[in-house]
């Protein structure tokens, strides 16, 4: 089985010279296989083609994509049109637990999640006719799906879904924070939602007026508010700080025990936590995906992380992702590069922000922690000169890079004239081989900037932030919105780029598992969110987790594979490891 996806955003066939008319050669000799439909994009019929990929390597754009599948995946569950995205397989709700599925952005986990919800109607791969529900359920009799597809084709199962992207909440509703909340309270459980997420601040404000946390936990609460037979959140920890991931895996797991739950989670920690089992979503990006059947949690995040299904007998990745104890055992002679004073900075009557001296080192990742809205924003827009301490002098001889938290945009600019723009190195070894490929910017370089989805608008940014000539590189939240690989690529970048420029990268972000591949020493805020905050540190990174997940409450443990895991409240190594006062990584090796 060949299919061939045209990529529909990235063919331009009136700036391109029709490289893949004019070099096929089954077009040479007289066959259509390549032709310009009416959208003048590409199209390839499939029965044609012979896969010898000479379209592929001349395609200016990099628009064109033929894959040869094995002779099992003959049938997909549904594709977006000729030439278009292949799904295969599908995921499994099961009522009383949460199923997640973990796989890259683009992979065909909201397509499935379409099709579960009843958005979408598998087309099984019918690209020219409807499928009908007779043909579906026909293909589904006798799986753990028949039932759950025959509800959804009668129209009997309600859902209730958080989507991926919030930013277009406020675009659909306008109003107060309340309002929304209680047009959704179906359940009757809006109040233990509200002090639970701790929304009560922020009810009489307008939801065009909050935060994206805030946003984020208004839309968890509405979601989970409606009655409902399955609930499907996309993303639940862009923008929320530990505590508040943790807060809403509670309150997740709670209705769970009646429910069907699906999550699509990027954060490992929160999905190896909340999770009872997972589907790992493989293949190619915006081409083909391929969802295994359930996996068990632990066993599944391994799997995924390993690049292997031992299963299903697919390698699918050729690497693996490892999480090093290079940066934390290290004891690195750097030179310092940056040393900030105390300094102190307050709005009002309303946050008051202290910090203690500390310093930044050259060629080191400074990573930081904390609650939401107890400064770390704030300190970042003050070392960047984007605002100024009330008391203490910052040096303003550091130049500096900045990528703030939020990343809005209109510009219709593409990404490569944006990047052209902001460095004379683009067309370098370097900027090509260091940051455009490993935050894989090379598929979207003609792409208009306001027409990118958050995951890639987030990777312009960050490219932009470190296509600047600077000594220190600040940015907050750069994972929000990235996969699981984009996240380890992100880490590697960073590390390299502080290594190769002798500069200073701080890294302000929620994930652990982040935290943890990318920092050598952390730098800690505690406080009263809101009300005040304090920079302690920095400290080396067993003592800076310590002093922070003592805060939270919780301990991590590495399993036998080196992954990061949380410890199960009151489990024998959560007891262990909080007695002998290491709630980082004590050395147990059970798992």
Not at 394 to 415: E, M, R
């Amino acid at each position: 089985m060949r299919i061939a996806v045209v990529h529909k955003d990235r063919c331009h066939s009136k700036k391109c010279g029709k490289e893949c008319i004019i070099y096929c050669p089954r077009v040479r000799t007289g066959d259509e296989t390549v032709i310009i439909g009416e959208n003048g994009k590409a199209v390839i019929s499939e029965e044609l083609c012979v896969g010898c990929g000479i379209c592929i390597k001349k395609c200016p754009f990099d628009a064109i994509d033929i894959i040869t599948l094995p002779e099992e995946l003959e049938y997909p569950t549904h594709r977006y049109g000729a030439n278009g995205f292949a799904l295969y397989g599908m995921a499994v709700p099961i009522e009383g637990k949460v199923t997640g599925i973990l796989g890259a952005n683009g992979i065909g986990k909201s397509t499935a999640v379409s099709i579960l919800s009843g958005q979408l109607v598998p087309n099984l791969g019918l690209t020219d006719v409807e499928a009908s529900w007779d043909e579906i359920m026909k293909k589904y009799t006798g799986t753990e799906l028949q039932d759950y597809l025959q509800k959804i084709s009668s129209g009997s199962l309600k859902v209730s879904v958080k989507p991926q992207y919030i930013d277009f909440i406020p675009k659909v509703f306008s109003g107060k924070v309340s309002d929304l909340l209680k047009s959704t309270d179906e359940r009757g459980c809006l109040e233990k939602y509200i002090e639970e997420l701790k929304l009560e601040s922020i009810l009489e404000r307008d939801v065009r007026n909050i935060s994206g946390g805030e946003l984020q936990r208004v839309a968890i609460a509405a979601a989970l508010c409606r009655k409902a037979d399955f609930y499907f959140l996309d993303e639940i920890t862009p923008y929320l700080d530990i505590y508040q991931r943790m807060a809403a895996a509670r309150i997740i797991r709670d209705i769970s025990e009646t429910s069907h739950v699906m999550i699509v989670e990027h954060d490992l920690a929160i999905l190896d936590m909340l999770a009872d089992n997972v589907h790992v979503a493989y293949g190619k990006p915006s081409v083909f995906g391929i969802i295994t059947k359930p996996k068990g949690v632990r066993v599944g995040i391994n799997q995924y992380l390993e690049g292997f299904l031992t299963e299903e007998n697919v390698r699918f990745r050729d690497y693996s992702v490892t999480f090093e104890k290079r940066a934390h055992q290290r004891d690195s002679e750097r030179e310092i590069l940056y040393e900030f004073p105390s300094f102190e900075k307050s709005y009002g009557e309303s946050f008051h922000l202290e910090v203690k001296g500390g310093d930044i080192k050259s060629g080191e990742v400074l990573g930081v922690v904390g609650a939401n809205g107890i400064g770390k924003s704030t300190f970042a827009k003050l070392l960047a000169g984007v605002e100024i301490p009330d008391s203490g002098k910052l040096s303003s001889t550091v130049k500096v890079a900045f990528k703030p938290q939020y990343i809005k945009t209109d510009s219709k600019d593409t990404v490569e004239f944006l990047l052209r723009r902001t460095t004379s190195r683009f067309d370098t070894s370097y900027f090509l081989h260091e940051i455009i490929e490993p935050l894989s910017l090379d598929k979207i370089l003609q792409s208009g900037v306001d027409q990118l989805s958050g995951g890639e608008l987030q990777r312009v940014a960050i490219a932009l932030c470190l296509a600047q000539e600077a000594d220190l590189y600040i940015l907050d939240e750069p994972s929000a919105h990235l996969d699981v690989e984009q996240r380890v690529n992100l880490a590697r970048v960073l590390r390299r780029h502080a290594e190769s420029s002798e500069s200073g990268v701080l890294v302000i972000d929620h994930d652990i598992y982040v935290i943890d591949m990318i920092s050598e020493r952390l730098l800690v805020f505690d406080g009263q969110p809101g009300i005040s905050g304090k920079a302690v540190g920095p400290f080396d990174m067993q003592e800076g987790m310590n002093y922070f997940l003592k805060e939270l409450g919780i301990t991590f443990r590495r399993d036998k594979s080196g992954r990061p895991r949380i410890n199960k409240p009151q489990s024998y190594l959560d007891r262990e490891q909080r007695s002998s006062g290491e709630y980082y990584y004590a050395d147990i090796s059970k798992s």
